[in-house]
């Protein structure tokens, strides 16, 4: 079966300090690949995509993330985190068989102290 | 352009009511998609339309849940009595529906949150 998978309930990191947040996917083929963010309250905001080319791909806010089709993974990372970065975060994949049929994992909660 | 708008923002209601909640996308996108949200979960894919065609629906919009979007622009999300696990985040999107990559990248509205007593 088609999944998305985020291991990391819950991360808790310094200001700072580096973040590296995993996602792994089970698909039959390459999908497109999809980092979101979501602050309480809020919508989900899109932080960087990839669809196909350049395996590493840069985003908003300082983040980036690489894709490993040997390992099925799309760990998004950010060198130095400030405390505005605090907020969920989802992994998120379509596949090429079923536009429009976003599918997220269950998140990353990310907590920033001083 | 404003993005996507969803309202209302929250809603409460008793169980065995029906509510309805509205979206208003993008005015460019011609793919609009509905999502809904529990506590600690990922959003899960409910519905979407292209124009005014319902493309795809999740095996999660039973019978009591209803979307249209009659003339191509705003939609609206109706669930019929209402049950305690309705509660929940709404969440509307849009996307461009020319362009290859850019039909695939979805523009989240604030969401509308549910709570049924």
């Known amino acids: 079966a088609q999944s998305v998978t985020q291991p990391d309930i819950h991360i808790t990191v310094s200001e700072g300090a580096s973040l590296e947040l995993r996602c792994n996917y089970s698909?039959?083929?390459?999908?497109?690949l999809f980092w979101y963010v979501q602050s309480p309250g809020q919508g989900l905001q899109l932080l960087l995509k990839?669809?196909?080319?350049?395996?590493l791909v840069q985003g908003i806010k300082g983040f980036e993330a690489e894709f490993k089709r040997s390992q099925s993974s799309f760990n998004l990372r950010k060198p130095s985190v400030h405390w505005s970065d605090a907020a969920e975060y989802f992994c998120?994949?379509?596949?090429?068989?079923?536009?429009?049929?976003?599918?997220f994992g269950a998140g990353t909660q990310v907590v920033v102290t001083p | 352009d404003t993005g996507v708008s969803q309202d209302p923002r929250h809603k409460i209601t008793k169980r065995g009511q029906n509510v309805t909640f509205r979206c208003d996308p993008i005015?460019?996108?011609?793919?609009l998609y509905w999502y809904r949200q529990t506590l600690g979960q990922g959003p899960e894919f409910l519905t979407y339309?292209?124009?005014?065609?319902?493309?795809?629906k999740s095996r999660l919009l039973s019978d009591r849940f209803s979307a249209e979007r009659p003339k191509g622009s705003f939609s609206t999300l109706e669930i019929q009595r209402t049950e305690q696990g309705d509660s929940a985040m709404y969440l509307c999107?849009?996307?461009?529906?020319?362009?290859?990559?850019?039909?695939?990248?979805?523009?989240f509205g604030a969401g509308s949150r549910l709570t049924v007593l």
């Open positions: 698909y039959g083929a390459t999908p497109y």
């Open positions: 999107a849009s996307s461009p529906g020319t362009a290859l990559e850019g039909a695939n990248v979805l523009t």
């Open positions: 339309f292209q124009n005014e065609a319902q493309l795809e």
């Open positions: 005015s460019e996108h011609n793919r």
């Open positions: 990839y669809f196909s080319g350049d395996t």
């Open positions: 998120a994949v379509l596949s090429t068989d079923s536009w429009g049929k976003l599918q």
